[in-house]
């Protein structure tokens, strides 16, 4: 029986959270919230708790044993980006690109 969770807009590049999601995509759910535990990323945090709430909701949906799962699917999409301008020396202007993401995670029985 499948469970998974979703996050939307949350704001980190997709691209550094990839990195995170790379080292626990087919890990049992154990493994993956130590391996997120002690990642010095930012976005190990974030996952670490998207991960969680997969496991809630499979408990939600009557899985028999919850050590048994593992993370079947898990991958990062890109949301809209925030779009700032920063003043500049000489009347110019910088843009600023905020990145959002939106991750999902579906785990599964072995």
């Known amino acids: 029986m499948e469970a998974s969770a979703k996050l939307r807009y949350t704001r980190m590049s997709p691209q550094k959270?990839?990195?995170v999601v790379d080292m626990v995509r087919g890990k049992g759910v154990q493994e993956a919230l130590?391996?997120?535990k002690f990642s010095p990323q930012r976005p190990?945090?974030?996952v670490?708790?998207?991960v969680r709430s997969a496991v809630a909701n499979a408990?939600?949906?009557g899985v028999s044993d919850v050590d048994r799962l593992f993370v079947k699917?898990?991958?990062v999409d890109q949301g809209p980006v925030l779009k700032r301008f920063m003043p500049r020396a000489q009347g110019?202007?910088?843009k600023i690109r905020k990145p959002t993401?939106?991750?999902t995670v579906v785990l599964d029985e072995m």
Do not use: C
Request: glycine share 0%.
């Open 92 to 94: 110019r202007a910088t």
């Open 44 to 46: 190990a945090d974030v």
């Open 59 to 61: 408990e939600q949906k």
């Open 73 to 75: 699917a898990i991958n």
């Open 48 to 50: 670490a708790k998207l």
């Open 17 to 19: 959270a990839r990195l």
């Open 101 to 103: 993401s939106h991750i």
């Open 34 to 36: 130590n391996l997120l």
